[in-house]
């Protein structure tokens, strides 16, 4: 045991170290990535945004403020083609979508809402006011009598049964069961 936890903290003080290497290198590319994004930053509004001179006359402060206007112009034009385009390529990105859902077979299927409407109504809508169609299911039944079954004569031959069991009950009634017997 005692060489087994030797070798297990030497490897933990070996990863340790390797990590803190990783992080110590990891900080100075990160430092290096900063200031190549700052110098980047300064060349670019060295190019595009020169320093502003601003004269001492009023002149030349109007036409400095007619240039700043001319450049602001030119900018919100530019602004709006690159929104303009965005728009345009999102909304074809929109149809190229919901043409592959329809070449995939895949529809997206949109939240329904539950409407309250008669079966004869909804199918005036599907087909137009040219069809009329009535949805009364019960008017294409047949009618059907209602035929006697033998169950049914018996019940009603019989009759309610107080009163067999009244004409059955004492000697009479057994007078009646032994001479119908025979």
């Known amino acids: 045991m005692g060489d087994e936890e ?11 170290h390797l990590k803190s290497v990783m992080l110590q290198i990891a900080a100075t590319e990160l430092e290096k990535e900063e200031g190549r994004r700052e110098a980047e930053k300064q060349n670019y509004l060295a190019e ?3 320093p502003l001179h601003i004269p001492g006359s009023m002149s030349e402060v109007q036409e400095l403020c007619k240039q700043l ?6 900018a919100e ?6 929104e303009v385009r965005v728009q345009k ?3 074809e990105l929109e149809d190229m979508n919901q043409k592959l859902f329809d070449l995939r077979g895949k529809f997206k ?7 309250r409407m008669s079966a004869d109504a909804m199918l005036k809508a599907l ?16 009618q059907v009598k209602k035929e006697d079954t033998e169950k049914e004569r018996d019940l009603r031959d019989v009759g309610d049964w107080r009163k067999n069991i009244e004409e059955k009950s004492g000697m009479e009634g057994r007078k009646k069961m032994f001479e119908s017997e025979s």
């Open 6 to 16: 030797k070798r297990n903290r030497a490897i933990t003080a070996r990863r340790q």
């Open 48 to 50: 595009h945004c020169p």
């Open 69 to 74: 206007h001319a450049k602001i112009d030119a």
């Open 77 to 82: 034009e530019e602004k709006y083609d690159m």
């Open 89 to 91: 390529s999102s909304k």
């Open 109 to 115: 299927r949109p939240p329904l809402r539950r409407v």
């Open 127 to 142: 087909l137009g006011s040219k069809h009329k169609v009535c949805m009364d299911l019960r008017a294409n039944l047949k």
